[in-house]
DNA sequence: GCGCCGATTGGCT
DNA sequence: GCCAATCGGCGCC
């Protein structure tokens, strides 16, 4: 095995997969801000994977191209972020980089570098407060719009190589907050993490 | 142009 | 458990 000390950030390639596989293997990998010049850092703990032209609860399904999500159809690794409710950002990593809009969200980490800095932005001391959701892992990390469109690994965002998550330690299980496609088993959470967004 | 809905969250009943 | 916040996309007039 590499070393986990050495900080590897994950090549394009990993993210040229299909979108499910992503989803899956992005469990444990460790997300590492420098917005703002603040260092913040937390292991993916939960994702969900939408896959594009075919998945009616994906932004980038059939017909649903527009400005605002022109970096879904971008390449592989590209970072896809949107304001959800006019009131939250979430943010994606474009999968598969053939132009069909597959993505990965990431919906939860377990807080690791910076909680000082998590904490001040995110409003509170509560640790379970902090990642434990799309919005609020976004705000903790510093993540707004300016990401959108940007290139995982030149960017003030990367993911870096963690501790890979064993097959049966992930739960795949229905995605959360749609109408859409609502029973697809397209969310992935590490088995018995207390940092999930929901229990299973 | 107008109204409704959404990959959410936090505060209040 | 209910609902407001707040914005962009979409259907419909």
Same mark, same amino acid.
């Given at each position: 095995?590499?070393?986990?000390?050495?900080?590897?950030?994950?090549?394009?390639?990993?993210?040229?997969?299909?979108?499910?596989?992503?989803?899956?293997?992005?469990?444990? $990998?460790?997300?590492?801000?420098?917005? %703002?010049?603040? !260092?913040? &850092?937390?292991?993916?703990?939960? =994702?969900? /994977?939408?896959? #594009?032209?075919?998945?009616?609860?994906?932004?980038?399904?059939?017909?649903?191209?527009?400005?605002?999500?022109?970096?879904?159809?971008?390449?592989?690794?590209?970072?896809?972020?949107?304001?959800?409710?006019?009131?939250?950002?979430?943010?994606?990593?474009?999968?598969?980089?053939?132009?069909?809009?597959?993505?990965?969200?990431?919906?939860?980490?377990?807080?690791?570098?910076?909680?000082?800095?998590?904490?001040?932005?995110?409003?509170?001391? $509560?640790?379970?407060?902090?990642?434990? %959701?799309?919005? !609020?892992? &976004?705000?903790?990390?510093?993540? =707004?719009? /300016?990401?959108? #469109?940007?290139?995982?690994?030149?960017?003030?965002?990367?993911?870096?190589?963690?501790?890979?998550?064993?097959?049966?330690?992930?739960?795949?299980?229905?995605?959360?907050?749609?109408?859409?496609?609502?029973?697809?088993?397209?969310?992935?959470?590490?088995?018995?993490?207390?940092?999930?967004?929901?229990?299973?």
């Amino acid at each position: 095995m590499t070393d986990s000390r050495r900080a590897a950030t994950l090549p394009v390639s990993f993210f040229s997969q299909p979108t499910e596989q992503v989803a899956r293997e992005l469990l444990g $990998t460790v997300v590492v801000s420098r917005i %703002g010049g603040v !260092r913040t &850092a937390g292991r993916i703990v939960e =994702t969900e /994977a939408y896959l #594009g032209h075919t998945d009616p609860a994906s932004h980038g399904y059939a017909s649903r191209r527009h400005a605002r999500n022109a970096s879904l159809y971008g390449p592989a690794g590209t970072w896809y972020v949107y304001l959800s409710y006019g009131v939250h950002w979430c943010c994606n990593l474009v999968c598969e980089g053939k132009g069909l809009g597959g993505a990965v969200l990431l919906r939860a980490l377990e807080p690791l570098v910076g909680l000082d800095a998590m904490m001040t932005r995110r409003g509170t001391t $509560t640790r379970a407060l902090l990642c434990s %959701g799309p919005g !609020r892992l &976004a705000q903790a990390l510093g993540i =707004t719009l /300016a990401l959108d #469109g940007t290139a995982m690994r030149s960017s003030d965002v990367t993911v870096q190589r963690g501790e890979t998550a064993e097959a049966a330690d992930i739960v795949a299980s229905a995605r959360i907050g749609i109408t859409k496609a609502a029973d697809w088993p397209l969310r992935f959470t590490v088995r018995g993490s207390p940092w999930i967004s929901r229990r299973t």
